[in-house]
């Protein structure tokens, strides 16, 4: 799929000034360099969005949501829903920090884009002439790995490549090591098939390059710039946090509060990264062009560039059976056409969190939805948002007239579980080990 309608939209911004943001309070955004577009205002659809999203956690009695939606470098709605715990009391704000999961992995391929721009790296790099002890069943495979493959999910592997064993709390150099016996569905470059532990060999080519941690070079180098002030990498920093969302199962009773597990968090190019609302929003109008001083029009169409199809996408869900007409995976981001415009989009889902983020090219709107439970219902606001910006017949997407059926039980009913207590600090209860008796969906949005 051409990347023309994104790569225009980019070029548009090169010259624009460094835009303000509308805060928590409400304060407006500083006049923009951008010329004025002819997109028609959505401020009045993003009010009903965020009255639908009041709706969804009333009626579903899930915990928790965080929602924001952005035009033409506006914030139009910033917000969060719910509460951080069940059986809690405290609100999600803008600051109340959730785990993105696999949106994890567009911080990733942009730190590796920078890298690129600033000459330290190269995509077509060779994974191991600088990582020697790296090998694949293949010894030409092994070779031809470059930088590039591995963050566009063309690392020639089969689907989930020791997930997991990952889960099972393999540490992940083991798992590389375990690569040299893993089956290949293809030489590198030639084919996709969604991984997390070869994604984030990224990590130790950015410490071979720069003799700097991976962590520390995204904060540097993005959440910094961007004022990405309550974001972070990994468990403890995620329950050192003000105000977190705890992550929620089923229960017998509803939704259960449990530790976050640490699995996913022993990668964080691919699944390591904690943040807020008001910082996606950030990140989000980032990508869409608004912050050509961190991310040039340049590095960003070339992130955006789609590089192999994913024809799976197209029966993930029924938004997807319904809108999409072709997708495809770029660098750390999933390209589709929806309803014949593109679409820039990734997912999120671990343990007891989910989120979602998309954005438009041609219409400047995107969309940033993140909760702290595994409701599938949330989902349904991002096909609803992307309908009322292109003018399309409403669709039920959420299913609201049957959102009852979806509801857990009265947060008063909801239990405690494996030593976790409400309220309870971090440090003073157990990890939640007893598995959840729903279905658990790895990483691999």
Request: some cysteine; glycine content about 8%.
């Amino acid at each position: 799929m051409p990347a023309t309608k994104v790569t225009t939209k980019l070029l548009r911004v090169a010259a624009c000034a460094l835009l303000g943001l509308t805060t928590a309070a409400g304060a407006q955004p500083a006049a923009s360099a951008l010329p004025a577009h002819d997109e028609p205002s959505f401020t009045s659809d993003a009010h009903a969005m965020d009255l639908m999203a009041q709706q969804v956690v009333d009626r579903t009695h899930i915990p928790g949501m965080a929602m924001a939606i952005v035009q033409n470098g506006k914030i139009l709605v910033m917000k969060g829903y719910g509460v951080t715990e069940a059986n809690g009391s405290e609100p999600v704000t803008t600051d109340t920090v959730f785990r993105l999961a696999s949106l994890s992995k567009a911080f990733a391929a942009t730190l590796a884009a920078l890298l690129v721009q600033d000459g330290m790296l190269g995509w077509d790099m060779h994974i191991a002439d600088h990582l020697p002890a790296f090998k694949l069943a293949d010894a030409q495979d092994t070779q031809n790995l470059t930088v590039r493959d591995i963050l566009s999910q063309r690392a020639g592997l089969t689907r989930n490549t020791y997930d997991r064993d990952l889960e099972s709390d393999v540490p992940f150099e083991l798992l590389v090591q375990k690569l040299a016996e893993a089956p290949l569905a293809c030489a590198p470059g030639a084919c996709y098939a969604y991984q997390n532990v070869s994604f984030s060999l990224i990590s130790d080519i950015v410490f071979a390059e720069t003799g700097d941690f991976y962590t520390h070079q995204v904060e540097m180098r993005i959440f910094q710039p961007l004022g990405m002030y309550n974001s972070s990498y990994g468990r403890d920093a995620l329950e050192a946090s003000t105000s977190w969302a705890r992550p929620h199962v089923r229960g017998a009773g509803g939704w259960v509060a449990i530790r976050p597990r640490e699995a996913y968090y022993r990668i964080p190019p691919a699944a390591g990264v904690n943040t807020t609302i008001h910082d996606m929003t950030q990140w989000l109008l980032a990508q869409m062009g608004h912050r050509p001083d961190v991310l040039s029009p340049a590095l960003l169409a070339d992130i955006h560039t789609p590089l192999v199809p994913t024809v799976d996408q197209l029966r993930e869900s029924p938004w997807r059976r319904e809108r999409l007409t072709s997708a495809s995976y770029a660098t750390g981001w999933r390209i589709f056409t929806y309803a014949g415009h593109t679409l820039v989009f990734h997912g999120g889902a671990v343990q007891g969190y989910r989120s979602e983020i998309a954005f438009l090219p041609d219409h400047d709107i995107g969309a940033v939805l993140l909760w702290n439970s595994e409701s599938a219902v949330p989902s349904g606001l991002m096909p609803t948002i992307l309908d009322r910006a292109l003018g399309l017949p409403d669709q039920d997407w959420l299913g609201l007239d049957q959102l009852g059926r979806e509801a857990a039980a009265p947060r008063h009913r909801v239990a405690a579980r494996d030593g976790y207590k409400p309220g309870m600090r971090a440090g003073k209860y157990k990890t939640a080990t007893r598995k959840s008796k729903s279905k658990k969906k790895r990483s691999q949005q």
